[in-house]
């Protein structure tokens, strides 16, 4: 069964202004005078040392245009558009029309546009609010910390057939012994009736546990064990699951492991182990937020290999995709948080508050 999901990553040639107005989201709107920017990509660009918050706590607009994959528009497949990270406020436009919106500048969002796009040259427009809300965390109270704004983490549009794996969860509950046990979560995106293929692989594309099930419904559990080595400080072995179904594929990576606290510390794979850590936070100078993959990847292992740490705490919020991908790659342990800071709000806040967990 041949792969159908296609990833188009729509990173350059935006277009940028300072200035939000509602005429900006039509896709007949001007922007040429807009200043060209490519994702990542922070609002305001800021002094070293002695600066003002609110220096980029505003309204701003992005503007992309582009093209899909002829499938994304013949009736059999959907477009579905990713924001790793868009800070903090997000109202997004195709082709004029309103799509979706996200509170919070930490967390990825998806928005299904098939029914907004057309087959050619298509349109997106982002109002961005970089300002600290207090209807959605880390805001409400103080914060500690600076947030600033921008679209700082990368977009991708995926093409999907109708019914496509829409998350896979993976868990490994018994780590000892030879054989190790993985259980895993698909979902798909509406109720699937067919074969399911699972493959298990090692870093060098070996395979290591093959399986087929069939599937009636709209999730299915995989529990399974076969031979596997673990993840470890020293030796961070990892393995990769696929999925395959009819029409799509999708994978997680992932690593045999326990890790538990107990009274008399932590321990990983039921080895006592020392924690020497530090908190982490994701700015840089000038541009706050938005730098990318070589930068996150310099920090995790600026962590390990420079400062000895074996554990990093995320603070206060999910950090890049790629820096948790490297310390999971080179054995550093990761302790990360919700986007907030001690302070619990209550209604929108908490939904909000929720929704980001």
């Known amino acids: 069964m041949p792969d159908m999901r296609q990833i188009t990553d729509i990173n350059f040639d935006w277009r940028f202004s300072e200035h939000f107005s509602p005429e900006q989201v039509s896709p007949d709107f001007d922007d040429s005078d807009f200043a060209a920017v490519d994702i990542p990509h922070t609002v305001k660009e800021i002094p070293y040392n002695y600066f003002d918050e609110k220096d ?15 499938e994304a528009t013949d009736g059999a497949h959907k477009a579905i558009m990713r924001f790793e990270g868009a800070a903090n406020y997000a109202r997004v436009y195709i082709n004029g029309e309103f799509c979706c919106e996200h ?6 969002f998806e928005a299904d546009i098939t029914d907004l796009i057309t087959d050619g040259e298509n349109v997106i427009a982002v109002e961005l609010d970089s300002a600290e809300r207090p209807d959605m965390p880390p805001f409400g109270n103080v914060v500690d910390y600076l947030v600033y704004g921008g679209i700082y983490r990368e977009v991708s549009i995926k093409t999907v057939p109708l019914t496509y794996i829409d998350d896979i969860f993976v868990r490994t509950p018994c780590v000892s012994g030879e054989k190790k ?30 399986r087929s099930a069939e599937v009636d419904g709209s999730v299915i559990r995989l529990d399974w064990a076969f031979p596997a080595k673990l993840w470890d400080l020293d030796s961070p072995v990892l393995y990769t699951l696929t999925i395959e179904i009819d029409g799509d594929e999708d994978s997680r990576r992932f690593g045999f492991r326990s890790a538990e606290f107990r009274k008399d510390g932590f321990y990983l794979n039921g080895r006592h182990v020392k924690l020497r850590g530090l908190n982490r936070h994701q700015s840089y100078p000038y541009v706050g937020n938005a730098m990318p993959k070589s930068a996150q990847t310099a920090d995790a292992k600026l962590l390990k290999y420079e400062l000895g740490c074996n554990i990093v705490r995320t603070s206060h919020y999910p950090d890049s995709p790629h820096f948790l991908d490297c310390c999971d790659e080179i054995g550093l342990l990761v302790f990360t948080e919700m986007p907030s800071w001690q302070h619990l709000g209550e209604g929108e806040w908490r939904e909000t508050c929720l929704n980001n967990i």
């Open 56 to 70: 980029y706590q505003f309204v701003s607009c992005y503007r992309k245009r582009f093209t899909l994959p002829a």
């Open 103 to 108: 509170k919070d500048g930490y967390t990825p």
């Open 181 to 210: 046990r993985l259980v895993a979560d698909v979902t798909f995106s509406q109720p699937y009736r067919g074969v399911l293929k699972a493959k298990v692989t090692d870093s060098n594309g070996n395979a290591v546990a093959e």
